[in-house]
Nanobody, 124 residues
Framework: QVQLVESGGGLVQAGGSLRLSCAAS????????MGWFRQAPGKEREFVVA????????YYAGSVKGRFTISRDNAKNTVYLQMNSLKSEDTAVYYC?????????????????WGQGTQVTVSS
């Protein structure tokens, strides 16, 4: 079936940047939205950013707005998350997710497919 594979995580110092990639493979599916969630140790998975596939409308969590940017490359079937001005509180496992039908764009339960996650660690 559908597979989402994240890459690009790593260890950076506060103020640094990383670009995460999420490549979709497997059977074709209708995309309503794709987004990124993150989960820090001991915390619930939280919404980071999402993009509506048809309208390109983006939705950002207040904590990352102005620092993170979501983008996509349809030819490569890939979505990206550019993360700038990273803070220690951004440390988490970042998950790419895709939704196949109209629903909430910020709730994890609304997404059908998930990547395995990629670790982002920001040192201070």
């Amino acid at each position: 079936q559908v597979q989402l594979v994240e890459s690009g995580g790593g260890l950076v110092q506060a103020g640094g940047s990383l670009r995460l990639s999420c490549a979709a493979s497997g059977r074709t599916f209708t995309v309503y939205a794709m987004g990124w969630f993150r989960q820090a140790p001991g915390k619930e998975r939280e919404f980071v950013v999402a993009i509506n596939w048809s309208s390109s409308t983006t939705y950002y969590a207040g904590s990352v707005k102005g620092r993170f940017t979501i983008s996509r490359d349809n030819a490569k079937n890939t979505v990206y998350l550019q993360m700038n001005s990273l803070k220690s509180e951004d440390t988490a496992v970042y998950y790419c997710a895709a939704s196949s039908r109209p629903s909430s764009r910020t709730a994890a339960w609304a997404y059908d497919y998930w990547g395995q996650g990629t670790q982002v660690t920001v040192s201070s």
